[in-house]
């Protein structure tokens, strides 16, 4: 890979036509983040937005299937790679790029490598989001985004369990630390409508997302929850929001987007558009 001048430091920025890039992110794995990452972006498409999806788990691409979107992406006449279309955005991931079945034992360079390719060879073009799916946890890729391109801000996916709060404490302390602002918290999985007596169980305990949001003096964006056709609809590569709109989990996800699109306007408004993040010395 060639080497890349930095967005903030009279360099290129290697997503000059997007608007505003929206992290998703969680403190580990196991909360539904890529699902939320998804169905977050198809929400925002459905509103209207021109959004981009960029799945940037490098070690497991799962956006490909829960997409449904399996055909390999062409290149533009620039030599560019095309992001794929479907469910009214479009989308590129690392899947698209590597065999499926080979794995990617990759030291940090290479990761890195792979993260500016994904930004700068793609033709994203002229889109109001685009919505990063980060891997779980605080590596390499989320600090190569961070120094890489303009971040508008962070969302962070956490479920109800009060012991979640220290993943979240850790993720946020990351966005701090890059001087990117915390957009606001999302909580998964936050409870179970039971389809023969309609009462709501909380499996996964009730209001530690809230919490966690309180304590750290973020935007709370909203809960999801559970739903067995979310994880069928990841499956079959059909979001939640495009194959069951009218279910309470697409009706909060939608309601969150909504947040999160005017927690992007506030904070592009106070900081003069998107921020643009130096790398440090």
Known sequence: MSSISQPGMGGESLIPDVKHSILVASGKG???KSTVAVNLAVA????GARVGLLDADIYGPSIPIM?????PPTLTADKRIQPLPGHGIEVMSIGYLVD???AMIWRGPMLNGAVVQLLRDVAWGARDYLVVDLPPGTGDVQLTI???IPVTGAVVVTTPQAVALADVVRAKRMFDKVNIPTLGLIENMAGFVCPSCNATHDIFARGGGERAARQLD?????????DPRIRAGGDAGSPMVAAHPDSPASQALREIAA???ESVAGAASAAGGAIRIQREP
């Open 30 to 32: 196991g909360v539904g």
């Open 44 to 47: 925002l498409g459905q509103q």
């Open 67 to 71: 997409m449904g979107i399996r055909d």
């Open 100 to 102: 499926p079945d080979s």
């Open 146 to 148: 961070a120094q890489r």
């Open 218 to 226: 973020i935007p709370f964006l909203g809960s999801i929850p559970i």
């Open 259 to 261: 947040r999160l699109a």
